[in-house]
């Protein structure tokens, strides 16, 4: 039976426990005590652990492993393609990983074993490998007061432990644009300890979105490297302690438009002679991401808590082509930022007679930047033309911020079929430029009035502060005079978010067969968060538009019978913003006017998305099949638009929209014992679609990209 089955459901019921000891006094002193499974304790405590900051009341997407085997590439997709299968997911470049989910430009929060994983700084990698998923979900909606700071969405990660098998596999797997991926995974358990480690190398042709047409970018190579270590040892039947780390690093070619016109220093211009093809410029990007995590994990009758603490450093840095950059734009920026984040972060959940269930938690972040930026620029007169050779300007800079979260919540069964989960949270944030702080108060009601029928309502008040590592510390007086020189000079600084979310929605089983799902959002919003790319780097700047609003509705559906399953969902959004209130020098001064006055959409809006997928298995005796086939709609993202005066509107229109097909089959064959040999053939964009995610122009969109072509993959995997 194909385990595929994407239904949205909204987590019912209290923390559970591990049952307290109840020794028998007749019990004969000297008989031998029942000496628990590690891999029995294990699982109790995983799901004790899941209990102490369960979902309750938001919209959750769940997905197996198994199920993310039956993606297009299956675990050698990147980690944001997987997500783009859950409702209310806008598609953006793949190889940034970008995603849209309900009409945000990031502000995803991803947590590992119900740990927060620090934020690295923006860039083309992923770091995060779907191979050492077990389970993952997408929660969405009026979250509880355990999840602050990052709010569109929080991808919860449950990792491969080792404590179910034992065992390793490799995998080969290559295909279209020079693609050839080696991966390995080994797990197992002895004496109460587990292990997982999993490892790849990946090189392609097209590490980051095409910027033309064309079937094959040119100059878009990319190597990356990554590792997942997860350890545990299950110090007695209520308690654990357990480290996960990982390590990634990949360096990536900047793609290529061919045919450029120059720019700033066109052909022949005195102080940057001879010509330059566009097609032959030699941009670069390096990125490095490591974090570790060690958490304590206990157990008893009706206290489970958590204690972790963690580390991580990321870092990006960008090269430029020193001649074909200043041809092209005058401008040649090497950048390199590297961020060190620590903290600690604890959860508990206390279990209070049979109505209530109390959870209550606190997390310390501290993070520090480094952004050293050496630019080389002409000096220029007053028109814009060079007045002399080009020349250095170095402006380097250090940032800190300290991010800090308390939250205490009860979750309150008022009847057998009506739960309401109420609490508040405190968060701070303090930096170099800016010290806010916000009480958050969260509300959800889950009401069943029958066994088949889920409908849930919530309220959660937001507080997000500007991702560190996006916040723009350019000195803009030392660029006076050259052709890095901002039209606008205002820079206020970037502020936090606030916001007021509103979710309801509902959850119907038709048959045992089919379920779906309806759920409506809005949200009004106070400096409103936004990030682009301006200039030439490759790195997302952080601003805020005074005013924001962002709304829509979903709807889902998944079908199994047998062998047979299938999914779709449909989501409708809107997202909108007024006034840009800082980091005005990264804008137009004319759309700067315009947006001072218009509401406009933001430039990652996309009002239809959709997705779906089938699959059917067929099981034998020495090995089984599997067939599936997903497909993607988008309406389109948001580009500039030109009124009938002949007036640019800042993303007023939108680049065309698209659907992709994609097609697999696998074969999977059973050896004997735990030895498996699985083959798969994939096949990407079946129609060979030509489609825009981007054109170029709008607010922080500094080149186009288009959607991968046609591609043929295979894999050939032995488990042993």
Same mark, same amino acid.
């Given at each position: 039976?194909?385990?595929?089955?994407?239904?949205?459901?909204?987590?019912?019921?209290?923390a559970?426990a591990?049952?307290?000891?109840?020794?028998n006094?007749?019990?004969?002193?000297n008989?031998?005590?029942?000496?628990?499974?590690?891999?029995?304790?294990? #699982? #109790?405590?995983?799901? !004790?652990?899941?209990?102490?900051?369960?979902?309750?009341?938001?919209?959750?997407?769940?997905?197996?492993?198994?199920q993310?085997?039956?993606?297009p590439?299956?675990? %050698?997709?990147?980690? %944001?393609?997987?997500?783009?299968? !859950?409702?209310?997911?806008?598609?953006?470049?793949?190889?940034n990983g970008?995603?849209?989910?309900?009409?945000?430009?990031? %502000?995803?929060?991803?947590?590992?074993?119900?740990v927060l994983?620090?934020?690295?700084?923006?860039?083309?990698?992923?770091?995060?490998?779907?191979?050492?998923?077990a389970?993952m979900?997408?929660?969405?909606?009026?979250?509880?007061?355990?999840?602050?700071?990052?709010?569109?969405?929080?991808?919860?990660?449950?990792?491969?432990?080792g404590a179910?098998?034992?065992?390793?596999?490799?995998d080969v797997?290559?295909?279209?644009?020079?693609?050839?991926?080696t991966s390995?995974?080994?797990?197992?358990?002895a004496d109460?300890?587990?292990?997982?480690?999993?490892?790849?190398?990946?090189?392609?042709g097209?590490?980051?979105?095409n910027?033309?047409?064309?079937?094959?970018?040119?100059?878009?190579?990319?190597?990356?490297?990554?590792?997942?270590?997860?350890?545990?040892?299950?110090?007695?039947?209520?308690?654990?302690?357990?480290f996960?780390?990982?390590?990634s690093?990949?360096?990536f070619?900047?793609?290529?438009?061919p045919?450029?016109?120059p720019?700033?220093?066109?052909?022949?211009?005195?102080?940057l002679?001879?010509?330059?093809?566009?097609?032959?410029?030699n941009?670069?990007?390096?990125?490095q991401n490591?974090?570790?995590?060690?958490?304590?994990?206990?157990s008893t009758?009706?206290?489970?808590?958590?204690?972790?603490?963690?580390?991580?450093?990321?870092?990006?840095?960008?090269?430029?082509?020193?001649?074909?950059?200043?041809?092209?734009?005058?401008?040649?920026?090497?950048?390199d930022?590297?961020?060190?984040?620590?903290?600690?972060?604890?959860?508990?959940?206390?279990?209070?007679?049979?109505?209530?269930?109390?959870?209550?938690?606190?997390?310390?972040l501290?993070e520090?930047?480094?952004?050293?930026t050496?630019?080389t620029?002409?000096p220029?007169?007053?028109?814009?033309?060079?007045?002399?050779?080009?020349?250095?300007?170095?402006? @380097?800079?250090?940032q800190?911020?300290?991010?800090?979260?308390?939250?205490?919540?009860?979750?309150?069964?008022l009847t057998?079929?009506v739960?309401?989960?109420?609490?508040?949270?405190?968060d701070?944030?303090s930096?170099?430029?800016?010290?806010? %702080?916000?009480?958050?108060p969260?509300?959800?009601?889950?009401y069943?009035?029958? @066994? !088949?029928?889920t409908?849930?309502?919530?309220?959660?008040?937001?507080? #997000?502060?500007?991702?560190?590592? @996006?916040?723009?510390?350019?000195?803009l007086?030392?660029?006076?005079?050259?052709?890095?020189?901002?039209?606008?000079?205002?820079?206020?600084?970037?502020k936090?978010?606030?916001?007021?979310?509103f979710?309801?929605?509902?959850s119907?089983?038709?048959t045992?067969?089919?379920?779906?799902?309806?759920?409506?959002?809005y949200?009004t919003?106070? @400096?409103?968060?936004?990030?682009?790319?301006?200039?030439?780097?490759l790195?997302?700047?952080?601003?805020?538009y005074?005013?924001?609003?962002?709304?829509?509705?979903?709807l889902?559906?998944s079908?199994?019978?047998?062998?047979?399953?299938?999914?779709?969902?449909?989501?409708?959004?809107v997202? &909108?913003?007024?006034?840009?209130?800082?980091a &005005?020098?990264?804008?137009?001064?004319?759309?700067?006017a315009?947006?001072q006055?218009?509401?406009?959409?933001?430039?990652?809006?996309?009002?239809?998305?959709?997705?779906?997928?089938?699959?059917?298995?067929?099981?034998?005796?020495?090995?089984?099949?599997?067939?599936?086939l997903?497909?993607?709609?988008?309406?389109?993202?948001r580009?500039?638009?030109?009124d009938?005066?002949?007036?640019t509107?800042?993303?007023?229109?939108?680049?065309?929209?698209?659907?992709?097909?994609?097609?697999?089959?696998?074969?999977?064959?059973?050896l004997?014992?735990?030895?498996?040999?699985?083959?798969r053939?994939?096949?990407?964009?079946?129609?060979?679609?030509?489609?825009?995610?981007?054109?170029?122009?709008?607010?922080?969109?500094n080149a186009?990209?288009?959607?991968?072509?046609r591609?043929?993959?295979?894999s050939?995997?032995?488990?042993f």
């Open positions: 039976m194909s385990l595929r089955h994407f239904t949205p459901f909204f987590i019912l019921g209290a559970a591990l049952p307290a000891a109840d020794p006094p007749d019990t004969p002193v008989q031998t005590p029942i000496v628990m499974s590690p891999v029995v304790v294990s #699982t #109790t405590l995983d799901t !004790a652990r899941e209990d102490i900051v369960p979902s309750l009341g938001a919209s959750t997407f769940k997905m197996s492993s198994v993310i085997e039956l993606q590439l299956g675990a %050698n997709a990147g980690f %944001n393609q997987i997500v783009l299968q !859950a409702p209310g997911v806008a598609q953006d470049s793949a190889a970008d995603l849209h989910v309900r009409g945000e430009h990031a %502000n995803l929060q991803y947590r590992i074993n119900d994983l620090p934020e690295g700084i923006s860039g083309f990698g992923l770091e995060l490998d779907p191979r050492f998923v389970t979900q997408l929660v969405t909606g009026s979250l509880p007061a355990q999840y602050g700071f990052r709010t569109a969405g929080v991808i919860d990660i449950h990792t491969k432990s179910l098998a034992n065992g390793s596999a490799a797997f290559g295909g279209s644009f020079d693609t050839l991926k390995f995974e080994s797990s197992g358990t109460g300890s587990g292990l997982f480690l999993d490892g790849s190398f990946e090189h392609n097209i590490g980051i979105e910027p033309t047409a064309g079937t094959a970018p040119i100059h878009d190579a990319t190597d990356q490297y990554k590792t997942f270590l997860y350890l545990s040892h299950i110090l007695d039947a209520t308690s654990r302690i357990s996960m780390g990982s390590a690093v990949s360096n070619q900047v793609p290529n438009t045919g450029l016109d720019g700033t220093s066109p052909d022949g211009d005195p102080w002679p001879g010509t330059f093809d566009s097609a032959g410029l941009e670069h990007q390096n990125e490591y974090f570790g995590i060690l958490a304590y994990q206990k009758d009706a206290l489970n808590f958590q204690l972790a603490g963690y580390g991580r450093y990321s870092s990006v840095h960008f090269l430029p082509d020193p001649v074909g950059d200043l041809f092209f734009n005058g401008v040649a920026s090497d950048v930022r590297q961020i060190y984040s620590g903290g600690l972060q604890a959860d508990a959940s206390y279990v209070a007679g049979g109505t209530h269930t109390l959870r209550w938690g606190a997390m310390l501290a520090h930047l480094t952004a050293d050496t630019t620029v002409f220029v007169d007053a028109d814009g033309d060079p007045t002399g050779a080009a020349f250095p300007i170095v402006d @380097n800079g250090v800190h911020a300290l991010f800090a979260g308390a939250y205490v919540q009860d979750e309150w069964k057998s079929r739960t309401v989960n109420y609490g508040a949270r405190f701070a944030y930096s170099s430029s800016d010290r806010e %702080n916000q009480i958050s969260r509300v959800n009601l889950i069943r009035p029958t @066994n !088949a029928t409908l849930h309502a919530g309220y959660a008040r937001y507080f #997000t502060p500007p991702p560190l590592e @996006n916040v723009s510390s350019r000195t007086a030392l660029f006076d005079g050259t052709s890095n020189a901002s039209a606008v000079t205002q820079d206020d600084p970037v936090s978010e606030r916001s007021h979310y979710d309801a929605g509902i119907q089983s038709f045992s067969r089919f379920q779906a799902g309806l759920d409506g959002y949200k919003a106070r @400096n409103q968060l936004d990030d682009g790319l301006f200039g030439q780097s790195i997302l700047s952080a601003f805020n005074r005013l924001g609003k962002v709304y829509g509705v979903e889902t559906a079908y199994t019978d047998g062998a047979f399953s299938a999914y779709a969902n449909l989501a409708h959004s997202a &909108q913003g007024k006034e840009w209130s800082s &005005q020098f990264l804008f137009d001064p004319t759309d700067l315009y947006v006055n218009h509401w406009i959409f933001l430039d990652h809006d996309q009002q239809l998305s959709a997705s779906g997928g089938a699959s059917y298995t067929w099981k034998g005796a020495r090995g089984g099949a599997k067939v599936y997903d497909v993607i709609y988008g309406s389109g993202l580009t500039d638009a030109t009938t005066l002949g007036n509107i800042p993303n007023g229109g939108t680049v065309p929209g698209y659907v992709t097909v994609n097609l697999g089959a696998e074969r999977r064959f059973d004997g014992g735990r030895r498996v040999i699985t083959a053939l994939d096949v990407v964009n079946l129609t060979d679609k030509s489609y825009e995610l981007r054109d170029g122009t709008g607010v922080g969109v186009a990209q288009y959607g991968m072509r591609g043929f993959f295979g050939l995997a032995y488990s």
